[in-house]
């Protein structure tokens, strides 16, 4: 409770001393609920259709409908997300290794500063984190309980929500599902539990593809994924996010996007990226491994511009994802237990590499970083109360 209350005070004041405002593709998320709630349909500020994943613009249109539109709204929302992330990640800790290492993973990531700078912005991964968390904490219980079937549904819904806020966060909910299907001895029930957890994934992701096929033509979940692999893989492509702006792509983009539509310039895009990955193969591959690298590599201790508080709170994200990648190398003494999360840590980033590096990717990573470098510290501890918790039936 207390590691709650502090994470509920620190997001609090993050709310109250930042200027409320959006971050990257928190526009879209705004217009695409504010024109919900007024009846124009779901189209962000461009007038695209599908260009982002729809979750979290949903999340704030039903938000916007109950309590009015404001910027404030959203981010008392991002609040109680992160209370909830918090919690999932005790649970997640408890299940890996027990109450200590639960409560050290939640009071890690209750402190960690990105997190609570991220709760004034209109940013996914406000969703996008306690989704991942449950996801995982769903996954280990239908693990250790292959028999509990309804978790298998739980488990593809979920899987199903994360596709809808970003792709990317489904490759949590297909690990709890690979993992159960290499169990040995549970054959016919496992196919049977599969089929379920797809069931569960479909009821979520099928409505917005019907939708997608109805207005723009084609079953897709967005229409940016395309721009985004060419953006990382075209001449001149860096490490980090650079934008259409500047690119010999620019005009083309817009001239086709107004002529046939944002999935036929989509698709264009990404036939550019592939092109280019085939024809530079060897540099596309160093840029990949530069990238995966950079994923893991701390932030700047300073940055030019940034002084006083803010500079603190640089110094401090520092120290904290420098000590949490130490601490969750301590997990080899848990190794099978540390192997799961690492896992899905690493996959995560190679799932980002052919793109870009941007700092606020690593955030789903960390609550992993917090439960790994918690069980490193604690697990085998006396002090650890009876050990990991089971799931029952």
Known sequence: MLVLILAGVLRWLAIVRQPLGVEIDGLGYWTMAANWVDGNGFVDHAGNRAFLN??????????????????????????????????????????????????????????????????????????????????????????????????????????????????????????????????????????????????????????????????????????????????????????????????????????????????????????????YIREHPGHTLRLWFERFWRFWMPPGWSSDGVEGAEAHARRIWWIQWVGLLCGALLAWRVPRTAALLWVCALVWALAHAPFFVMSRFQLPVVPLLCVLTALGLFAGSPRNGSGPARASG
């Open 54 to 275: 729809p979750g979290y613009g949903w999340f704030l249109a039903g938000l916007f409908q109950v309590f009015g539109m404001g910027l404030s709204v959203g981010a008392y929302a991002n609040l109680v997300l992160g209370l909830w992330s918090v919690a999932l990640c005790y649970r997640l800790g408890g299940l890996l290794g027990g109450k200590m290492v639960g409560l050290a993973a939640a009071f890690f990531w209750a402190v960690y500063v990105p997190a609570v700078a991220y709760t004034p912005f209109l940013a996914k991964e406000n969703l996008q984190i306690p989704l991942i968390l449950w996801s995982l904490c769903l996954g280990l219980e239908w693990v250790r309980n292959p028999l509990a079937w309804w978790r298998a549904g739980g488990l593809g819904a979920v899987t199903g929500m994360l596709a809808l806020v970003a792709m990317t966060g489904t490759l949590f909910g297909v690990m709890g599902l690979v993992v159960r299907c290499a169990l040995p001895g549970h054959g016919r029930s496992g196919l049977r539990q599969a089929l379920l957890w797809g069931t569960g994934v479909l009821v979520f992701v099928l409505p917005w593809l019907w939708r997608n096929e109805r207005v723009l033509g084609a079953p897709v979940l967005n229409t940016n994924s395309g721009l985004n692999l060419f953006l990382g893989n075209r001449e001149g492509a860096t490490l980090d996010y650079q934008g259409l702006e500047g690119t010999e792509f620019q005009a083309e983009w817009h001239r086709v996007r107004s002529a046939e539509g944002e999935v036929a310039v989509d698709r264009l895009a990404r036939q550019k990226a592939r092109t």
